[in-house]
Every structure is written in structure tokens, then in C-alpha cells.
């Protein structure tokens, strides 16, 4: 089974710097999501990756996943308060006509002022 | 509408109980998910319904009984559960097969005493 590793697994930073984090996968990543979660809360879609080498970018958040396919990072620019949650990587699998989405270890993200 | 629904959004039950979620989006999908999320976990996958068929069940306990009943709507039927169970339950859609990305409800926090 595949099996994804989040480093690091919780992070502080200043409001205004920028941080990375980072998706390690077990196995060949065929279609790579983040999403992320406010404590307690349903799941927001930030990124989908899916080809060797492609990056993503939307307003000050970046995804890259590696040529191998293996790894992936996501990219904050400028951290606001606002990003602070739980952001999570998710493989996702094909069996016949369903998809399956195993995800990552979380990283927990504190912004402060 | 790019929104899934979740009701309750909080239950409390006992282990003799029999209770219900229900889960509803009309976004057009053709497949729908369960996950289970304990405690500081990532979100575990349940069940996944493709086409109102069951296409992936992760050996989840018979206490726990998914049903489709349309397109729009999955339901999860909870029966005789274990003060274990006890964690938030979150729904997903997503157009089926190599799709795009899940849309995730709010879930529902249960509480099993």
C-alpha cells in the first residue's frame, strides 16, 4: 500500500515569512492533491499535480511534484493568519471506475502576529 | 452549487443505537466517498460508491452499512457501534474514475457512548 510522510509535522511561523512543506511518497505518484483542513472541519482543495516536474500556483500558495514523481512541496509566500490549519497530501489510486485518495501524515501550520 | 452537505453536523449515540448520516451533493458526481477521521489522523478512506454502486469497501465493520440510494445522496447506517467509532465522518464527491479532485463536506463529529 502507499504510504505518504509529511515533514515537518507541525510548523510555527511568523506572519509574513514564507514556508515549505513537504510530501514524501512510498510508491510512483500518479496524481498528487493538497488540501487543506481548519480543526475539526470538512476538507478545502488547494492543488492537483499529476505530470513529472509540473507547478502549480494559486494567489500566494505554490506545488511543485518532482520529475520522479515521487515527492511533492507546497510553497507559502508571505504567510497570513489565514493559512494557518492542517494541510494534508493525498495519493490518489484508480480501482476499475473509482478513485481512492490515501493521504499523508499532516502537517499543522500556526501563523502568529 | 459546489457544495456537499452533511447532516447532522454533531451526534451522540449509544452502543444499542441505531442512527444514520446522510450525505448530499449536486454537483453532478458519479461517485461518492465515506472517510473516517480520528483524532490528529489523517482522513481514512470507508467506502467509495461508483455509479450508486459500491466499488471499494476498505474492510470496514458490518456496523457500519453505506447506502446510495441516487446519484445525490449516500447515506452511512450506523448500528451497535463501539465507543472507538467515535470520530468525525466526512463525505466527498468527485467525477468518477481519473476525475478531478474530491469535494469535501463538513462532516459530522459522532460521539458513541
Known amino acids: 500500500s502507499q504510504e505518504l510522510e509529511q515533514s515537518p509535522q507541525s510548523l510555527i511561523v511568523q506572519e509574513g515569512k514564507n514556508l515549505t512543506i513537504n510530501c514524501t511518497s512510498s510508491?510512483?505518484?500518479?496524481?498528487l492533491y493538497w488540501y487543506k483542513q481548519k480543526y475539526g472541519e470538512g476538507l478545502i482543495f488547494l492543488m492537483m499535480?499529476?505530470?513529472?516536474?509540473e507547478e502549480k500556483s494559486h494567489e500566494k500558495i505554490t506545488a511543485k511534484l518532482d520529475e520522479k514523481k515521487q515527492q511533492s512541496s507546497l510553497h507559502i509566500t508571505a504567510s497570513q493568519p489565514s493559512h494557518a490549519g492542517i494541510y494534508l497530501c493525498?495519493?490518489?489510486?484508480?480501482?476499475?471506475?473509482?478513485?481512492?485518495?490515501?493521504f499523508g501524515t499532516g502537517t499543522r501550520l500556526q501563523v502568529t502576529l | 452549487d459546489t457544495e456537499v452537505t452533511q447532516t447532522p453536523k454533531h451526534l451522540v449515540m449509544g452502543m444499542t443505537n441505531k442512527k444514520s448520516l446522510k450525505c448530499e451533493q449536486h454537483?453532478?458526481?458519479?461517485?461518492m466517498y465515506w472517510y473516517k477521521q480520528k483524532a490528529k489522523k489523517p482522513p481514512e478512506l470507508m467506502f467509495v460508491?461508483?455509479?450508486?454502486?459500491?466499488?471499494i469497501n476498505e474492510s470496514v465493520p458490518s456496523r457500519f452499512s453505506p447506502e446510495c440510494p441516487n446519484s445525490s445522496l449516500l447515506n452511512l447506517h450506523l448500528h451497535a457501534l463501539q465507543p472507538e467509532d467515535s470520530a468525525l465522518y466526512l463525505c466527498?464527491?468527485?467525477?468518477?474514475?481519473?476525475?478531478?479532485?474530491?469535494?469535501f463536506g463538513p462532516g459530522t463529529r459522532l460521539t458513541v457512548l
Open positions: 466527498a464527491s468527485s467525477r468518477p474514475g481519473q476525475g478531478g479532485e474530491q469535494f
Open positions: 510508491k510512483t505518484l500518479y496524481g
Open positions: 499535480l499529476q505530470k513529472g516536474g
Open positions: 493525498g495519493a490518489r489510486s484508480i480501482t476499475g471506475t473509482a478513485s481512492k485518495l490515501t
Open positions: 454537483m453532478g458526481h458519479r461517485a
Open positions: 460508491y461508483s455509479y450508486e454502486k459500491l466499488s
